[in-house]
């Protein structure tokens, strides 16, 4: 007998492996390998969310109308340009599949999140590479590979996992010199930690075309990554697509009544941006001290490159670093085996992972 068989494309998928949560034998470890809130969420979120679950038996609102207004509100988007998602993955997704298919291609760059090619491919679609300049996606290596099958660049900016940036201006031209019938989809999933003077998420660009479409999430500076909770902000036409395709329930409503809180607590979003603002480029300082190459990040993550020499390599560090009960993230799979990406997290967490590394750093191999 011969069992079904799954389209072509699915069988090529390498499955998204997520940031280590556990260390055999340590009971709390430090996490800094999934790049989430260091404060947590807002104690306002975490109260809208005990409070929706006397009406968990209820379906939610399918339009999360009362989370977009929110979203909108603080964000200076219109509310009916609004499309909620389980996380922002969920929408990259429907965007795939509803704008490319078997014998399309759809672009990102060498070092971009992994999601893009596993969207790409659970629709039969090609993706394609481009590569980066100084781990910096590069506008004229993304536009030189534009064919006449592509549909779709996924762009994260700034980048996970490398921290990189394109200027507002490096947007518009990318926009620019792609033909008109290709989607850009911005993915400032990091973007309320960018803080450089030439950085803009892409809104702007989302309001002047009808091609670009921004994804945020709520998984990054609000801490709900346990909710799945995203949004996307996009033009008319692409959000009447992205609503007849999604599931009709597809944000649950203990999610919507917690991120609409999140939204609204200024004040802790405020002091959320303040800690990363402060402890960044201490910890990017620490790391570059040690003689590590860590480029400049707008996220909440770092990116330290190991030298490779004299067993200091990116291998034998996370060895050490577990050691210590402290988990990063390993970056081969993101074709960058000489490094981890550090999450910006608490400050004491923070000290112990410099600490860890300057022993490291000093002893130059092996675990403590």
């Known amino acids: ?17 997520g940031g280590e949560s556990r260390l ?15 404060l947590g969420p807002s104690p306002r979120a975490v109260d809208a969310y005990r409070a929706a679950a006397d009406a968990v038996h209820r379906y939610p609102d399918g339009h999360a109308v009362a989370l977009r207004e929110a979203i909108a509100e603080r964000f200076h988007v219109r509310a009916e340009q609004v499309v ?6 969920e929408l990259l997704a429907l ?37 980066e300049a ?17 549909r779709i660049v996924y762009l994260a900016n700034p980048n996970n996992p490398t921290g990189t940036w394109l200027s507002r201006a490096e947007l518009g031209r990318l926009r620019a010199g792609l033909p ?7 993915d400032a999933a990091y973007a309320e930690f960018a803080d450089a003077p030439d950085y803009s998420p892409g809104i702007d660009l989302v309001e002047a075309t009808d091609n670009t479409v921004m994804t945020r ?20 036409h692409v959000v009447d697509v992205l609503n007849r395709i999604r599931g009709p329930f597809n944000v649950s409503g203990p999610a919507q009544a917690a991120g609409e809180a999140a939204v609204r607590d200024e004040a802790f979003f405020a002091e959320s941006q303040q800690h990363n603002a402060a402890w960044r480029p201490w910890f990017t300082a620490k790391l570059r001290g040690l003689g590590l190459d860590v480029p400049d990040s707008g996220g909440n993550f770092v990116l330290a490159r190991f030298p490779g020499t ?52 000093e002893g130059g191999h092996g675990v403590s």
Not at 134 to 150: E, K, M, Q, Y
Not at 316 to 339: C, H, K, V
């Open 1 to 17: 007998m011969s069992a079904p068989a799954p389209r072509p494309g699915i069988l090529t998928i390498t499955p998204y492996v």
């Open 24 to 38: 055999p034998g340590i009971e709390n470890p430090v996490k800094l390998s999934s790049n989430e809130g260091a």
């Open 84 to 89: 909620c998602g389980a996380g922002s993955d």
């Open 95 to 131: 965007l795939a599949q509803a704008y490319a298919g078997p014998g399309d291609e759809v672009l990102h760059s060498e070092h971009g999140f992994l999601m893009y090619p596993i969207a790409a491919r659970a629709v039969d679609a090609t993706p394609v590479a481009a590569p």
């Open 134 to 150: 100084n781990l910096t996606a590069d506008v004229d290596a993304l536009l030189a590979r534009v064919s006449d099958r592509t």
């Open 180 to 186: 008109d019938h290709v989607l850009l989809v911005l």
């Open 217 to 236: 999430t709520f998984s990054k500076i609000f801490a709900l990554s346990g909710l799945r909770l995203g949004w996307c902000h996009a033009p008319p």
């Open 310 to 361: 004299n067993g200091r390599t990116a291998e034998a560090a996370d060895a050490f670093l577990r050691g210590r009960g402290i988990i990063a993230r390993r970056m081969g799979s993101y074709g960058l085996p000489d490094s981890l990406r550090i999450t910006i997290g608490a400050g004491p967490d923070l000290e112990a992972c410099a600490d860890a590394l300057t022993a490291f750093m």
